[in-house]
């Protein structure tokens, strides 16, 4: 169960990133979306800590001063907190300069890619196990959007979880438009060379936000190829052997499946590939 926020919990009432010439954000949102945020991307700090991340990206004159930004960015705790960078009314840069797929995984142009039409929420998270950065054992196992590449990812803390609704409620408050279906993370923005937020807890975070039980999981059980091969086969996509090995025939099959749902087909599994899985399997 997701623990309560404690007493006094706040997010910062003030942005820390200058609205200003030389600083990662803009002004207002693309009139491409009727000047509003049409989704929200989730990211991992690939730090330890949020005081990691401040240094990075928030403050007056952070390491990566004009370069990239967030709305937001999450601790792991509650003692770290919440800091708030730039205001909901203005747009952040987040989610890469060569970012290409739109805010609902659709083919976009420039003016409507994700980058520029959601909002961005920086977690404290170190990522994936790698040289120098051992996996625990309950860290999560998860795939890469095309299949092909197995990582464990660092698992978010029930602290963490609890703050990033907290941050969802405000986001869906002041911009209501955004539902459950607008959240996705950076590796679905990404996916040819992001791998956050792999193994994120959709489901959780969404329910909590939402307040609403019902909100389906459509993202563990595709975590893994062979999650997604069961998927394709279940749906009739025939993307060969149910193994967990992704290749040219589970690549066919995502690719079908992909443009019958309308998305850009790409031949990556995103959070929109799991949602047209489940409204596909609803009939």
């Known amino acids: 169960m997701t623990p309560a926020l404690p007493a006094g919990f706040r997010i910062d009432a003030s942005p820390r990133i200058p609205l200003g010439r030389g600083h ?41 001063r004009g ?24 747009r952040s840069w987040h989610a890469g300069i060569e970012q290409k797929l739109r805010w609902d995984g659709r083919p976009s142009t420039t003016r409507t890619k994700g980058a520029r039409a959601c909002i961005g929420v920086e977690t404290v998270n170190i990522g994936y196990a790698r040289e120098g950065v051992p996996a625990a054992a309950d860290w999560i196992e998860a795939a890469t959007p095309d299949g092909r590449h197995l990582y464990r990812v660092e698992p978010w803390t029930e602290e963490q979880i609890a703050m990033m609704a907290a941050v969802g409620r405000e986001i869906a408050a002041r911009w209501p438009g955004i539902g459950p279906r607008d959240h996705h993370g950076h590796h679905d923005l990404c996916p040819a060379y992001k791998q956050d937020v792999l193994g994120f807890p959709f489901a959780r975070v969404l329910r909590e936000i939402y307040g609403d039980p019902e909100i389906p999981d459509v993202w563990s059980d595709v975590w893994m190829p062979e999650g997604r ?32 749902a309308g998305l850009e087909v790409n031949g990556w599994w995103t959070s929109w590939v799991c949602w047209a899985v489940h409204d596909m399997e609803a009939g």
């Not at 509003?36 to 990566?64: K, N, S």
């Not at 930004?69 to 909901?88: K, N, T």
């Not at 069961?230 to 690719?255: H, Q």
């Open 24 to 64: 990662a954000v803009s002004r207002g949102w693309t009139k491409a979306t009727g000047g509003r945020p049409m989704g929200v991307t989730w990211h991992w700090t690939a730090t330890y800590d949020l005081a990691a991340c401040d240094r990075l990206l928030g403050g007056a004159e952070p390491e990566r």
């Open 67 to 90: 370069q990239a930004s967030a709305h937001y960015a999450v601790g792991r705790s509650f003692a770290e907190g919440v800091s708030r960078y730039v205001s909901l009314a203005n």
């Open 229 to 260: 091969q069961r998927a394709l086969a279940r749906l009739g996509f025939a993307p060969g052997p149910v193994d967990g090995v992704w290749g040219p025939r589970s690549d066919a099959a995502l690719r079908a499946l992909q443009a019958a």
